[in-house]
């Protein structure tokens, strides 16, 4: 059994996982970072993309609404190149309760979200196909922030800073308990079966919705998340190219958010038992479809290009003793389990929202520091990710302009998300994987209009002739994206999308008939 | 409102398959790495273009116009406009250059070129001054530039009065049939007039389609709109508005409608309900029996090519269908897409080999067909095509007017 | 007055079917004008013609699996169409592609034996009719196969395709030529371009030919020519002095695209009329009769009149057919009732890909002689019929092919026209 020694482990590679691992390899502790998928499949990876402005919670949590935009303005500040500034709107349509408005501007006074507004007709200007029987508009600095490029710019600056380590596909299937002390977890490689140790003098448990089940794991009772099941709907291109809210109390359906090169309507909100719950229902898809026609007409001809789920993850506490939670806000949870229950070495971070990644990792850090008896400040809300040292936001055209200066240099293995081969090669080298789905999530492979009906075909082929793949795990990696794949959009397999199907069974069916590669 | 319109042509780009349909009909991308192809410029890059930042893209220049991208797609995206709101964004912040400028005002240089026509063709026809010309403006110096009329189309039309017949059309003439070929002209009158229409030809002035192409949209907009307004109470009157420049006719018909956003005008609206190309005219005419069919033999064998802009109307080849009708007349179909000029773009220095090559099928095709007429409906076609392949090439209107017999046109 | 043409027959698309049923009443006499949106199924598909391929285990011999298909399947277009119609249509076909633009182009095959034909990942197709420029690459025999890749081509991976191939037991390896291109990118139509030209034929033998092996054939991507394919065939088995096949591949299909040329200098020899780029938004009605298409043309609309209709506009995948968001299936070119819709609260799709997927089978509704229901001069042929799952089944150019055939004697023999033709 291999060992590995490190100050801190922490399970969990999401948003809030990964921001614990940056902040503590600057404190310059030792870091090992582990999720039994890839970085930024959970949660962080199936959310809309907003940067929240906290204007969503002016009114109904005032708390979370300063913490979103004091962090909205630090986020923007160290991790400029993984946000796009495209702006914010909330505006009152015909359906939402017209006194809101007011309290929405006194509460965004009242909390220090900068908050200005405009006539209605200037939001129309900009934004034309918005509801044309809005009654009033609000601009506030709602922005995108892509989750896959900031997770892996604090791992590689975490990698960079302390020679942390990270470890993708590694589950925890124990964690290690001497007395009243968590001393590390035992992890297995997915992939291979092979099992690591991890001796770690703390433990962070930053798996958000499934927070409960590795509590379980250290025999912490009560650690209740309620995983809030929630879909989302990409549209095949920007709508809108600003994010926005209906000016009302929060509710399903009620933003649009633009990110890449669609933009994302949700959520809805589904109690579930299983945070590993994707279930998509029929009445829900219905549901946004109609909450975006009230803020777009005509948002049901647009075409919609996938539909997925994600999780939110909702504390409870299930212990009687309440005083012990550090609950410094009512947005987020973290708990120092030496307090709560008396085991050292593990604190547990969940709840919260992708914008306060940051403050909840600084939080979790300090208590990670109580632990090792140490004082490290916290730097995190001057030091630049890597990537972002500029200062300068992303912006859309970025992909088209690189291949634009590159046109004659390298064929486009993905058309729709621009991505070329050479990039592609690189990629597989650098991550050393068969899963096509990594690919998917970092650079956009097969997520555009066409759903890898081309590119697919493609990354297969390429992938066979360098990596020495045999045919069957080639064969194997092309049925189970196109499985994946099928996942995502037969929910929403109307209109245009209906007709790209098609055109995609059309290749793969009749022309490649991938059904019948032998078994 | 203009960026309304946008929004919907913008919307096409949904139907976007990626079926790569537009890529084999494309002229220009099939000829030069330099165009990326109608998929990768249109609904492809559209979703990277986000209204106020900035254009980043270079490649979109070499977009021809031609539309054929638009014609083949069979889910009906708005390639070609598409493109044109790309090119004109570009154009916009890099700036439209002097040559560009001039090119997109064939009043302007016709105006110029008449009344010194025996001196300015001259000039055209020296090497020197050409080679000049390139240097400075930017029009290669093997373009093929047409020589002016010494005569304008106007000159005649003052003097010219048709037969009342209570049948009316207004005929819109275009540039083209204006300063370099009247005769042209004066044959569609003539036949239009044979089958009994009274012809009413007012002063007019540039459809405005050049100044489109070249991304001078608030220009453009002012030259159809004026064009508009001059039609239109013909229209209004009961007239129909006739031209025999397809280019221009698909200008009145849709694309300033489309990509100039001029969807409410109401006398552009009304003007693009009622414009025919002249075949197309002709042959719905014959299809109500009413064409006059005197045809005496015409023993020509003659290639048709239909310019990518004639395509655009959605219509077929009438005037296949109307050289059909003329005995002895033997007509071949041409199959290619486009000749390569698509308008200005073919004379642009930067640009000329590309629409020579783009056009070489279609020339290869004239030299196998071993016809020794090529007819064709667009005037700057039948400049490119004589120019390529050194056959005379004549408009439809003119092999009937031939075949009917007409008074040869004089003054 | 409103702007208007009259034809005979009025024909909807210009796929498969839609130019097999004009090309075919055209030369029956009668005045045809094609209607297409767009340029369609013939630029996707991969050029062969299946008839039957899968039922679902693999069929070898079409002429005997058949019978017992349509048996168990009375709602399948070839039950609707009678098995007996299939070979004509096949021999017509044949016929006009040897007629056609390419010099020396045939198709060979018949229903008594499907070809075992590899795609371009390495399975095993089975197809009744194939262009002869595909013939060689049959799996039956046990002759090495030498799969080559042609960098820039981005849409075929030989080392793939060989490794598949070698899995069925036939011998197979990939070799990689990189031309000189000027371009970082190309596709199999600019490719085809090339193999047209002698001159690039003779270098590019020049550099495969030193790395061929024994008596391997060769497996190339489907760019063996677009104007003269038989030519750069014969000229490359020539030079190699080995058999060579084509393998289609990701659209643009090339040798689809020769398909649509040929059948579309059948329907042109035979006066037919083709109109690209023009959208049918309605129908005009007299009683149970179709009377005219308003298409829309630039500007406004022009009233196509016609005697007879064939509606080959596709299924799905052309929009022909469409399903809104509200899930209600519509076909939406002359808004006729459609057979198959599975019910409310019943599955559209099934939760595998590879599975059953019901709202495949969806069709206009037709009565035993193809006439649309309610629509007593309209005829449906293709993608449009109702019953089939075309890319499961294998059947797919088979349908088209067959029905626009069929759809043809029917318009032909249908009142008004016998006597017009």
Aim: proline share 6%; aromatic share 6%; hydrophobic share 40%.
């Amino acid at each position: 059994m291999a060992t590995l020694s490190t100050d801190v482990l922490v399970i969990g590679g999401g948003a809030t996982g990964a921001s614990v691992v940056w902040d503590a390899a600057l404190r310059g502790l030792h870091v090992v970072l582990a999720d039994r998928a890839d970085l930024v499949e959970g949660t962080s990876g199936r959310f809309h993309g907003l940067l929240h402005s906290g204007g969503r919670y002016v009114v109904k949590d005032p708390r979370a609404a300063e913490e979103c935009i004091v962090e909205n303005r630090i986020l923007r500040e160290v991790a400029a190149d993984c946000i796009e500034d495209t702006g914010g709107l909330f505006v009152t349509t015909p359906f939402d309760d017209p006194a809101y408005a007011d309290r929405f501007a006194q509460g965004c006074r009242d909390t220090g979200v900068d908050c200005e507004e405009v006539a209605p007709a200037e939001a129309l200007r900009d934004e034309p196909l918005l509801n044309p029987r809005i009654s009033r508009a609000f601009r506030v600095p709602d922005a995108n922030i892509d989750p896959w490029k900031m997770v892996w710019a604090m791992a590689r600056g975490a990698h960079e800073r302390s020679g942390a380590r990270i470890l993708p596909y590694h589950a925890a299937v124990d964690v290690h308990r001497r007395g009243e002390e968590v001393t590390g977890a035992r992890l297995r490689d997915v992939r291979t079966g092979e099992e690591l140790d991890v001796e770690a003098r703390v433990t962070v448990n930053a798996t958000g919705a499934w927070a409960g089940k590795v509590a379980d794991m250290a025999g912490i009772e009560g650690v209740h998340v309620i995983p809030g099941r929630g879909i989302m709907l990409a549209m095949n291109h920007r709508l809108v190219d600003t994010v926005v809210n209906r000016c009302q109390m929060p509710t399903d359906g009620d933003i649009i958010v633009p990110i890449r090169t669609v933009c994302v309507i949700g959520t809805t909100d589904v109690h579930t038992d299983d945070p590993d719950d994707q279930t998509v229902a029929q009445e829900e898809v219905d549901a946004l479809l109609d909450d975006g026609e009230r803020l777009v007409p005509g948002f049901r001809r647009a075409r919609a290009l996938r539909v997925w789920t994600g999780v939110r993850p909702l504390f409870e506490d299930a212990k009687e003793d309440v005083r012990s939670t550090r609950d410094v806000t009512r947005a987020h949870t973290l708990l120092d389990h030496a307090e709560r229950d008396g085991v050292g070495g593990f604190v547990t971070i969940t709840g919260g929202k992708l914008t306060t990644c940051r403050l909840m990792a600084e939080e979790t850090v300090d208590a990670v520091c109580r632990h090792l008896g140490e004082s490290r400040p916290c730097t995190t809300t001057t030091e630049r990710l890597p990537g972002s040292e500029t200062g300068e936001y992303y912006h859309l055209g970025e992909r088209l302009g690189r291949r634009e200066d590159n046109l004659r240099n390298d064929e486009l293995m993905c058309e729709c998300e621009l991505i070329t081969r050479g990039k592609f090669e690189e990629a597989l080298r650098r991550r050393g994987t068969d899963n096509l789905g990594d690919f998917r999530r970092t650079l956009r492979l097969g997520m555009g209009p066409c759903q890898g009906g081309f590119c697919i075909y493609r990354a297969t082929g390429i992938m066979h002739g360098i990596d020495g793949m045999t045919a069957e795990q080639a064969n194997e990696v092309l049925l189970s994206f196109l499985q994946e794949r099928w996942k995502g959009v037969r929910p929403i397999l109307y209109g245009d999308q209906l007709r790209q199907a098609r055109l995609d069974d059309w290749i793969f069916q009749g022309v490649l008939d991938v059904g019948h590669l032998k078994q | 409102m203009t960026e309304v319109l946008h929004e919907l042509l913008r919307g096409s780009l949904d139907h976007c398959v990626k079926c790569t349909i537009c890529e084999t009909a494309c002229p220009v991308s099939n000829v030069t790495p330099l165009f990326p192809g109608p998929k990768y410029a249109g609904p492809q890059a559209e979703r990277y273009r986000v209204g106020d930042e900035p254009s980043v893209e270079w490649s979109v220049d070499y977009c021809s116009g031609c539309g054929i991208c638009t014609q083949v797609c069979p889910q009906g995206v708005k390639i070609a406009e598409i493109n044109a709101q790309a090119r004109r964004k570009l154009k916009q912040q890099n700036g439209v250059p002097l040559r560009d400028r001039l090119i997109a005002r064939p009043t302007v240089i016709g105006r110029l070129g008449t009344p010194t026509a025996r001196l300015a063709n001259a000039s055209l026809r020296s090497r020197p001054l050409r080679i000049a010309v390139e240097r400075v403006i930017g029009i290669h110096r093997d373009a093929a530039l047409p020589g002016f009329a010494r005569r304008s189309f106007r000159s005649w039309a003052r003097r010219h009065s048709s037969p009342a017949t209570g049948r009316r059309v207004v005929y819109f003439h275009n540039c083209g049939t204006q300063y370099y070929e009247p005769d042209v002209g004066k044959k569609t009158v003539a036949v239009l007039e044979h089958n009994g229409y009274q012809v009413e030809i007012p002063k007019q002035d540039c459809c405005g389609l050049p100044l489109q192409s070249n991304g001078l949209f608030d220009d453009a907009r002012k030259y159809v709109l004026k064009a508009a307004r001059v039609l239109a109470p013909y229209a209004r009157d009961g007239a129909l508005v006739v031209g025999n420049a397809t280019s221009c006719t698909l200008m009145l018909k849709r694309e300033a409608r489309e990509i100039l956003g001029l969807e409410d005008d109401p006398d552009l609206k009304l003007v693009s309900e009622r414009t025919y190309d002249v075949c197309e005219l002709l042959l719905e005419l014959h299809d109500r029996g009413e064409l006059k069919t005197d045809f005496h033999p015409v023993d020509e064998v003659v290639a048709y090519h239909a310019p990518c802009q004639q395509q655009g109307h959605g219509i077929g080849k009438p005037a296949l269908e109307l050289l059909a009708l003329v005995p002895g007349l033997e007509v071949r179909e041409l199959d290619a897409h486009c000749c390569g000029i698509a308008g200005t773009y073919g004379i642009k220095r930067e640009k000329y080999d590309i629409a020579m090559a783009a056009g070489a099928d279609l020339f290869d095709q004239i030299h196998a067909s071993q016809a020794g007429l090529v007819a064709c409906d667009s005037e700057t076609c039948r400049w490119q095509i004589e120019h390529a392949t050194q056959k005379t090439s004549v408009h439809p209107l003119e092999l009937l007017h031939r075949a009917y017999r007409l008074p040869e046109p004089t003054g | 007055m409103r702007p208007s043409l009259h034809y005979d027959v009025v024909v909807l698309g210009a796929g498969v079917a839609g130019l097999t049923a004009a090309a075919k009443v055209a030369e029956g006499g009668a005045r045809v004008c094609v209607l297409a949106k767009g340029v369609g199924s013939t630029h996707l598909a991969p050029g062969t013609l299946d008839v039957l391929g899968y039922t679902p285990e693999r069929v070898e011999v079409p002429a005997d699996a058949l019978p017992a298909f349509v048996a168990g399947r009375p709602d399948h277009p070839y039950a609707l169409l009678g098995v007996d119609a299939i070979s004509p249509a096949l021999d017509w076909f044949a016929g006009r592609i040897e007629r056609g633009p390419h010099p020396g182009y045939r198709y060979v095959g018949n229903l008594k034996r499907n070809l075992l034909l590899p795609t371009a990942v390495g399975a095993a197709r089975p197809s009744a009719l194939v262009p002869e420029t595909m013939a060689g690459g049959d799996l039956r025999a046990e002759r090495p196969v030498c799969v080559v890749g042609l960098r820039p081509l981005r849409d075929f991976h030989a080392s793939l395709c060989a490794a598949n191939i070698a899995r069925l037991g036939v011998e197979a390896r990939a070799v990689e030529l990189r031309l000189d291109m000027d371009r970082s990118e190309v596709n199999a139509l600019g490719l085809a371009r090339g193999f047209d030209d002698p001159v690039f034929r003779r270098d590019f033998v020049s550099r495969l030919a030193p790395q061929l092996d024994g008596d391997e054939r060769v497996g190339m991507p489907a760019v063996l020519g677009l104007r003269d394919p038989h030519g750069a065939w014969a000229d490359l088995e020539d030079r190699l002095g080995r058999p060579v096949f084509e393998i289609p591949t990701l659209p643009p299909s090339v040798p689809g695209i020769r398909v649509f040329d040929a059948l579309h200098a059948a329907l042109r020899a035979a006066g037919g009329r083709l109109v690209m780029g023009s959208r049918v938004a309605e129908g005009e009605r007299e009683g149970t009769r179709v009377t005219a298409l308003r298409s829309e043309t630039a500007g406004r609309e022009t009233y196509f009149g016609a005697r007879a209709v064939v509606l080959a506009t596709g299924g799905f995948a052309s929009g022909a057919l469409a399903l809104g968001s509200d899930w209600v299936v519509r076909e939406t070119v002359l808004d006729l009732p459609v057979r198959g819709v599975p019910a409310p609260g019943s599955p559209r799709f099934g939760a595998h890909y590879f599975g059953e997927q019901p709202m495949a089978r969806v069709g206009v509704a037709v009565d035993a002689t193809l006439r649309a229901e309610g629509a007593e001069n309209v005829f449906v042929a293709g993608a449009a019929l109702p019953g089939a799952e075309p890319w499961r089944e294998g059947s797919g150019e088979g349908i088209s092919l067959t029905s626009g055939h069929r759809a043809a004697e029917l318009v032909l023999a249908s009142d008004g026209l016998a006597a017009a033709a």
